[in-house]
């Protein structure tokens, strides 16, 4: 069973940064793709970042691009997103995910972590 624990959320002005971190348990994460996603409230949850371990590479959503990273430490099994420039509209839960290597997390995410709040006052 895998197992997702994001952590790192919190209140902040606008402006301010956070650094989320997800830690994986359960697998060898060191071929899958991680991701983030957040969900604002009344709104559908959608993609903020992803980071393959067996490439490296990185992919993130327009809205956050410039602003947010993600990164992982694979011998720590934990994936990160730090948030720099924070805006009122980053409010949301963060979520962390997780996919095999031969699935796209952006699209078809199969392990999710339980959440953690980010707000951001104006």
């Known amino acids: 069973q895998v197992h997702l624990v994001e952590s790192g959320g919190g209140l902040v002005q606008a402006g301010g940064s956070l650094r989320l971190s997800c830690a994986a348990s359960g697998r060898t994460f060191s071929s899958y793709n991680m991701g983030w996603f957040r969900q604002a409230p009344g709104k559908e949850r959608e993609f903020v970042a992803a980071?393959?371990?067996?490439?490296?590479?990185?992919f993130y959503a327009d809205s956050v691009k410039g602003r947010f990273t993600i990164s992982g430490d694979n011998a720590k099994n934990t994936v990160y997103l730090q948030l720099n420039s924070l805006k009122p509209e980053d409010t949301a839960v963060y979520y962390c995910?997780?996919?095999?290597?031969?699935?796209?997390?952006?699209?078809?995410?199969?392990?999710w972590g339980q959440g953690t709040q980010v707000t951001v006052s104006s």
């Open positions: 980071l393959s371990w067996s490439s490296g590479s990185t």
């Open positions: 995910a997780a996919s095999p290597p031969y699935r796209a997390v952006h699209t078809a995410p199969s392990y």
